[in-house]
């Protein structure tokens, strides 16, 4: 997949083709280059912090939440990005605040 978005210091880049993506992602997104710039390089603490701040301020309710999901489900996933599924699901459980310990620990 091509990069939609970017972060670098001092700057955000966007490209032209996140703009065709549905609203809710295309925040998410930026929100999670904004993490980012904010928190440092760590891919799963830029999803986390993206989907929280969504949640918080309102902007992102629980049903869209999946909408993100179908974006991201397919993705395979590359040096610094986690496969999709795992991804969608690592979300999801930080949008729910169950995300203090990411990844999991295994099941017993």
């Given at each position: 997949?091509r ?21 809710k ?22 999803d986390?912090?993206?989907v929280?701040?969504?949640r ?8 869209e ?28 459980e930080?949008f729910?605040?169950h995300?203090?310990?990411?990844p ?5």
């Amino acid at each position: 997949m091509r990069e939609m978005a970017a972060a670098a210091p001092d700057l955000i880049l966007l490209s032209p083709r996140l703009f065709a993506l549905p609203s809710k992602v295309q925040l998410f997104i930026y929100a999670h280059e904004c993490a980012h710039y904010a928190l440092g390089s760590n891919e799963a603490d830029a999803d986390c912090s993206a989907v929280r701040t969504g949640r918080d301020e309102h902007w992102l309710d629980r049903d869209e939440v999946s909408e993100l999901g179908r974006y991201f489900a397919n993705l395979r996933g590359d040096s610094t990005h986690v496969p999709g599924p795992s991804r969608v699901a690592h979300i999801v459980e930080c949008f729910d605040g169950h995300a203090d310990e990411w990844p999991p620990p295994p099941l017993s």
